[in-house]
């Protein structure tokens, strides 16, 4: 059975892609991460997560036009699935629970609310 459960770097990663859209690929992910957490991520780390949420079924890709900019090379442009998708919402919504436990949170009106997509 193929693992359905996201570790958190996986989870950034697929959230990325989501953000990016149609330049969701590799390198424009790997800068997009440093700059939304201020931590440095190497290529390969990327392409094997996107490889790995490609193999649990929350990614897809395709090849994109081959451009001038990147000497006639075509990016491989990542998609999140109707998995990816529930996947993310599960994550969310168990960690909205958690925070909605904590007595910091649970009382008064700090209760974390988010809307449902």
Do not use: C
């Not at 996107?50 to 990016?75: C, D, Q, V």
């Not at 629970?97 to 007595?103: D, E, G, I, M, R």
Request: glycine share 8%; aromatic share 10%; no cysteine.
């Amino acid at each position: 059975m193929k693992e359905t459960r996201l570790g958190d770097f996986e989870e950034v990663i697929l959230l990325l892609v989501g953000i990016l859209d149609q330049e969701a690929y590799a390198f424009k992910i790997a800068e997009e991460f440093e700059s939304q957490t201020q931590r440095s991520v190497s290529i390969g780390a990327v392409h094997s997560t996107l490889n790995r949420l490609g193999e649990k079924g929350f990614l897809t890709s395709e090849m994109g036009e081959s451009t001038a900019e990147r000497g006639g090379r075509r990016k491989r442009i990542y998609s999140i699935t109707a998995s990816g998708q529930r996947v993310l919402q599960e994550s969310r919504d168990f960690k909205v629970s958690l925070w909605n436990q904590f007595p910091a949170f649970a009382s008064g009106n700090l209760k974390i609310e988010w809307l449902n997509l």
